[in-house]
T-cell receptor, first 117, second 115 residues
Framework: DARVTQTPRHKVTEMGQEVTMRCQPI?????VFWYRQTMMQGLELLAY????????DSGMPKDRFSAEMPDATLATLKIQPSEPRDSAVYFC???????????????FGPGTRLTVL | AQSVTQLDSQVPVFEEAPVELRCNYS??????LFWYVQYPNQGLQLLLK??????LVESINGFEAEFNKSQTSFHLRKPSVHISDTAEYFC?????????????FGTGTKLQVIP
């Protein structure tokens, strides 16, 4: 049963601490997305990777957020330093883009619920 | 630039009644359209999609959506809802953006099925 996995599922930390969230995309998928979901803003795209290269991170606060794909089986999202306003659920999704103009059906992970005190 | 509008943030409906969740989009190019569903404390799951061909698409659990190009809409309907349909529903549009497909999600509509 192929699915996207995310760790940790829950994280409580104090303001100023570094937070690292991990995502394992579905094997064979070549696109990875990071989203943030809050009650106020809804679902926001933070970053988009294709074949491990970042194609769009315009939605990500550059001063404290960073996203990487060290290899095809791992995507990371880091916040340093964390702030209370970063409290949200962070979703990772993966998909398979066969050609430049192929559609992006996305498969979502269960999310990481982050609380920054 | 593309955008997706879901005008209704919440839709209460009685069990076994019909429901329509509205979605309108704006885009300057051809698009693909999706509906995703999010159950409490879970990630989003694809419900149905329109890529090409027949403008009416269906899901396995009784939902359907119709692509209307002239009205730039992709409304989601179900003739008779169940308690288990209580969830948040997101409309999404995907279009080519600088050589790759960019997906934009709407703000979501919470469907509350009342017993």
């Amino acid at each position: 049963d192929a699915r996207v996995t995310q760790t940790p599922r829950h994280k409580v930390t104090e303001m100023g601490q570094e937070v690292t969230m991990r995502c394992q995309p579905i094997l064979g998928h070549n696109t990875v997305f990071w989203y943030r979901q809050t009650m106020m803003q809804g679902l926001e795209l933070l970053a988009y990777f294709r074949n491990r290269a970042p194609l769009d991170d315009s939605g990500m606060p550059k001063d404290r957020f960073s996203a990487e794909m060290p290899d095809a089986t791992l995507a990371t999202l880091k916040i340093q330093p964390s702030e209370p306003r970063d409290s949200a659920v962070y979703f990772c999704a993966s998909g398979l883009a066969i050609a430049l103009v192929s559609y992006n059906e996305q498969f979502f992970g269960p999310g990481t619920r982050l609380t920054v005190l | 630039a593309q955008s997706v509008t879901q005008l209704d943030s919440q839709v209460p409906v009685f069990e076994e009644a019909p429901v329509e969740l509205r979605c309108n989009y704006s885009s300057s190019v051809s698009v693909y359209l999706f509906w995703y569903v999010q159950y409490p404390n879970q990630g989003l799951q694809l419900l149905l999609k329109y890529l090409s061909g027949s403008t009416l698409v269906e899901s396995i659990n009784g939902f359907e959506a119709e692509f209307n190009k002239s009205q730039t809409s992709f409304h989601l309907r179900k003739p008779s809802v169940h308690i288990s349909d209580t969830a948040e529903y997101f409309c999404a549009v995907s279009e080519d953006s600088g050589g790759y497909q960019k997906v934009t999600f709407g703000t979501g509509t919470k469907l509350q099925v009342i017993p």
